[in-house]
């Protein structure tokens, strides 16, 4: 029989303090799970515009809250939701549709498949694409609270308040106007926190933008509207909105030419600071209610 040789103190000790390392690294790093990415507590307020191609999803998190502004063109989504959330939360506390088009509609479909949904907001439009029939099909499958979103209609998480500047009623909106072009129908949110200002403009056109801008505050982050094309961008809005940085979400090499050089020229002329999907790959957008920052991540 072979016996092992004596373990000094020494080496207890040792291997003691290296066990004890271990665990600790170990627990921050399953903490570290516990926040959304880019927030170091839960006073922060993390909006991450999702790397989605040619369309839009935006994920705002703060603590536990979770809620999904569209879902792009397909099921880059998930990836996205996959590295921003905790990977036990299974939970979508609010999903946002601006409006029916497939490039802000299909992956919320998927969404609703792997996550719970407990609230959906919307403006219930009429507008004819399998797709859509697909979601309005899915959101009563899932049983989840639905809300019109509707000029007026408010929303509080965390903190946080969300605020729908457009579309109004039915006859402000006017049917006519949302055939000719249901990017016009695009709920507006506008998010507050703090002193901290988004405007998260969905895909509505000048057309729009006219109807709102009296409404619309100061705010430091702005969503361009559609890819940022030429008519996604209104010269009164931007003075009255004055932000600090513009976000466009936009596919690369996309074969609509967006972003237009006529709406990049004019937020340059208004010197204000751009940032793209397609070139810098996801954006983080962080705010402690006074400050902000960002990061990104091909």
């Known amino acids: 029989m072979v016996s092992l040789p004596a373990i000094s103190r020494k080496t207890k000790d040792r291997l003691i303090f290296g ?18 990415r ?3 507590s839960t006073s922060y307020l993390t909006m991450s515009f999702c790397d989605v191609g040619q369309g839009d999803a935006i994920l ?6 979770q809620v999904l502004v569209d879902g792009g063109p ?4 998930l990836s ?7 990977p036990w939360d299974r939970t979508i506390e609010l999903m946002v549709l601006t409006h029916p088009h497939a490039d802000h509609l299909m992956g919320l479909i998927t969404v609703l498949d792997r996550y719970q949904v407990e609230r959906v907001l919307f403006y219930p439009v009429d507008y004819d694409s399998e797709v859509y029939q697909s979601f309005l099909k899915a959101v009563g499958d899932e049983g989840a609270v639905v809300l019109k979103g509707v000029a007026g209609a408010e929303i509080e998480f965390s903190g946080v308040h969300l605020r729908v500047l457009w579309p109004g009623d039915t006859e402000t909106l006017g049917g006519a106007e949302a055939q000719r072009n249901i ?3 695009s709920v507006v949110l506008l998010l507050s926190y703090g002193e901290f ?5 969905g895909d509505a056109e000048r057309e729009a933008q006219i109807r709102f801008v009296s409404a619309t505050p100061e705010v430091e982050v702005l969503k361009v509207a559609h890819q940022g094309s030429r008519d996604g961008i209104y010269e009164s809005l931007l003075e009255k909105a004055s932000p600090e940085l513009a976000i466009i979400s936009v596919g690369d090499k996309n074969s609509y030419g967006h972003p237009h050089q006529e709406a990049l020229d004019l ?6 600071s751009v940032l793209r999907t397609d070139l810098s790959g996801t954006i983080r957008v962080v705010s402690n209610g006074q400050d902000f920052w960002y990061t990104t991540e091909r």
């Open 19 to 36: 066990t004890l390392i271990t665990v600790l690294l170990v627990i921050v790093w399953a903490l570290s799970f516990q926040l959304p």
């Open 38 to 40: 880019g927030s170091a």
């Open 60 to 65: 705002l998190a703060k603590g536990n809250t």
């Open 74 to 77: 397909g099921t880059d989504v």
């Open 80 to 86: 996205c939701l996959g590295k921003e959330m905790s």
């Open 183 to 185: 990017n016009n129908a």
């Open 197 to 201: 200002g988004a405007l998260l403009l």
């Open 267 to 272: 937020l340059a002329r208004y010197r204000i």
